[in-house]
């Protein structure tokens, strides 16, 4: 048996088992989620159409894997103009494993993680109230080693890539490609000067394509606009 759901807006041909690609889905690897949206089902040559979507049909998946495509570069220039725009997207995307096709509103067999332990709310509660009972005379102690942490987490957040250089930034925004934004979010990583984009290695440029919105192909162009502006 096969059926045709919509999800993300696009259409997919799925069967039981079939390893799927989709636009993300808020789920944790390891959920089952359900795809309400089924165009159509058959088996063979007997296929029925939904209008738009067939009555009591369901498609139930096992998240797999969330994760993202490949980068995909758009590439604006206008003639005479001196004026060139280079911006990289990578889509979000949740990885699936189809599980069950199900008609006239049957019940899934396998559900997620959340509702099985639902089932059962008095051991859970008993569960609960052994682990408050040991942690109490704990507490004290885990406040200030969650302090301790998380005030150290903030400063590893708060270090940048890079170490700025002393004395005046140079205007980041005469790169074509790098606005007013772009620039500030370059010196909070600590990029200021021509000079430093122009001495980025492609270790660098991996770094940054890593935790900054911008791609790899964007900032080697920026580091070619900075040697020749480093020179000046």
Do not use: C
Request: aromatic share 4%.
């Amino acid at each position: 048996m096969f059926a045709v759901i919509k999800t993300g807006g696009k259409q997919y041909r799925v069967a039981a088992n079939d390893l799927l690609k989709i636009e993300k889905l808020e789920a944790k690897v390891g959920d089952i989620v359900e795809i309400g949206n089924v165009l159509a089902h058959g088996e063979g040559e007997n296929v029925t159409f939904g209008a738009p979507f067939v009555d009591g049909a369901l498609v139930t998946a096992e998240v797999v894997e969330q994760g993202k495509n490949r980068t995909v570069i758009a590439f604006k220039k206008r003639r005479r103009q001196n004026s060139r725009r280079k911006i990289g997207h990578r889509q979000l995307l949740t990885t699936v494993r189809i599980a069950e096709i199900l008609l006239g509103g049957a019940k899934p067999s396998k559900k997620a993680a959340a509702k099985a332990e639902a089932k059962a709310p008095e051991a859970k509660a008993e569960v609960a109230a052994e682990a408050k009972a040991e942690a109490a005379p704990k507490e004290a102690k885990a406040k200030k080693e969650t302090k301790s942490e998380a005030a150290s987490g903030e400063e590893a957040k708060a270090a940048p890539l890079f170490k700025a250089p002393k004395g005046e930034p140079d205007d980041l925004t005469v790169i074509k490609g790098i606005g007013p934004v772009a620039a500030k979010d370059l010196a909070e990583q600590g990029i200021v000067t021509f000079a430093q984009l122009a001495k980025l290695t492609d270790k660098d440029v991996a770094k940054i394509d890593e935790h900054m919105p911008f791609s790899a192909d964007q900032i080697k162009d920026w580091r070619e606009q900075a040697k020749e502006l480093a020179k000046k």
